[in-house]
Every structure is written in structure tokens, then in C-alpha cells.
């Protein structure tokens, strides 16, 4: 009996301290929070706000919450979005996955333990179509550049 409690604590302690077991955790929970108490939002610009709280495992040598953590959060926040949004639940049905292409983040202040913060989305241009069309002039002219321009996905 003493044997098996050992084997699980190691396998515990090796699933979060190889693994980064919160977070593995974190976005289960945030997808089910999102499916099951929250209300389904039909705009998918619609502005939404994800609350949390710094763990122990978000600190660094400082005591603060680490930079990393602060996209991380924005990850488990972004899928929680897509969940309330049932984008979640259409790209599992086709089989796809969702890919996170660029991002950008604003430190505004430093996070200590337990503090509560909320994850709020950037706010969109006036001109949302504008910003589209000045986003995928940039990217090809990005290819071009690069030599890439001709070049498809296919090849």
C-alpha cells in the first residue's frame, strides 16, 4: 500500500513538475466553464472577459506572476472564448484544429500570488475591414520579400 502511494505521488509530482500539470488542468476546466455555466455568445467579436487568479506555479524567482504566464493565460482565455463563441465544438466536429498565427501582449502591471486579474480582449479598429485588408497587403508583401511569393502551401 505504501508502495502505491509513492508511485502516485511521484507520477503527480512528475505530471507537474514535467509537464505543467495547471495548466493541462486549466484548460479542461476553462473549456467546461464556458460550455456549462456561462451563456453562449453567438458574435464571435462579441468583447468577452476571462477572470483568474496567479497560482503558485505562475511565479517567478521575483514572486511575480512570469511573463510567459501572462499568454498562457491568454491561451486558456482564447479557448474558453471559442468554447462560449461553439467554435470549440464545430472544429472538433470537422476534425480541425485551431492555430494561434501571431500575438502581441501589454504588460501593464505586476501580478503577485493569488491576485485576481481578468484577461480582456484588444480593442477593434474602427475600421475592422480596413485592418483585414491592411494585415493580408503586409503578409503577401512579407512573401514577396522573402522570396516566398510564389511558393504555395501545396509545394
Same mark, same amino acid.
Given at each position: 500500500?505504501?508502495?502505491?502511494?509513492?508511485?502516485?505521488?511521484?507520477? !503527480?509530482?512528475?505530471?507537474?513538475?514535467?509537464?505543467?500539470?495547471?495548466?493541462?488542468?486549466?484548460?479542461?476546466?476553462?473549456?467546461?466553464?464556458?460550455?456549462?455555466?456561462? %451563456?453562449?455568445?453567438?458574435?464571435?467579436?462579441?468583447?468577452?472577459?476571462?477572470?483568474?487568479?496567479?497560482? %503558485?506555479?505562475?511565479?517567478?524567482?521575483?514572486?511575480?506572476?512570469?511573463?510567459?504566464?501572462?499568454?498562457?493565460?491568454?491561451?486558456?482565455?482564447?479557448?474558453? +472564448?471559442?468554447?462560449?463563441?461553439?467554435?470549440?465544438? !464545430?472544429?472538433?466536429? &470537422?476534425?480541425?484544429?485551431?492555430?494561434?498565427?501571431?500575438?502581441?501582449?501589454?504588460?501593464?502591471?505586476?501580478?503577485?500570488?493569488?491576485?485576481?486579474?481578468?484577461?480582456? %480582449? %484588444?480593442?477593434?479598429?474602427?475600421?475592422?475591414? +480596413?485592418?483585414?485588408?491592411?494585415?493580408?497587403? #503586409? #503578409?503577401? &508583401?512579407?512573401?514577396?520579400?522573402?522570396?516566398?511569393?510564389?511558393?504555395?502551401?501545396?509545394?
Amino acid at each position: 500500500m505504501l508502495g502505491l502511494l509513492v508511485a502516485s505521488l511521484a507520477l !503527480a509530482l512528475g505530471f507537474f513538475a514535467l509537464l505543467d500539470g495547471w495548466y493541462l488542468l486549466r484548460v479542461p476546466c476553462a473549456v467546461l466553464r464556458a460550455r456549462l455555466l456561462q %451563456p453562449r455568445v453567438r458574435d464571435l467579436l462579441a468583447e468577452q472577459r476571462y477572470p483568474s487568479r496567479v497560482l %503558485p506555479s505562475d511565479l517567478d524567482l521575483l514572486l511575480h506572476m512570469n511573463n510567459a504566464r501572462y499568454l498562457r493565460e491568454a491561451d486558456v482565455a482564447r479557448a474558453a +472564448h471559442l468554447a462560449r463563441c461553439g467554435v470549440l465544438g !464545430a472544429l472538433g466536429e &470537422l476534425g480541425a484544429h485551431s492555430v494561434l498565427a501571431a500575438s502581441c501582449a501589454r504588460y501593464r502591471r505586476s501580478l503577485r500570488l493569488l491576485e485576481p486579474f481578468e484577461v480582456e %480582449p %484588444p480593442e477593434l479598429p474602427e475600421d475592422l475591414h +480596413h485592418w483585414i485588408t491592411y494585415n493580408e497587403a #503586409s #503578409s503577401q &508583401l512579407l512573401r514577396a520579400e522573402s522570396g516566398l511569393g510564389d511558393v504555395t502551401k501545396d509545394q
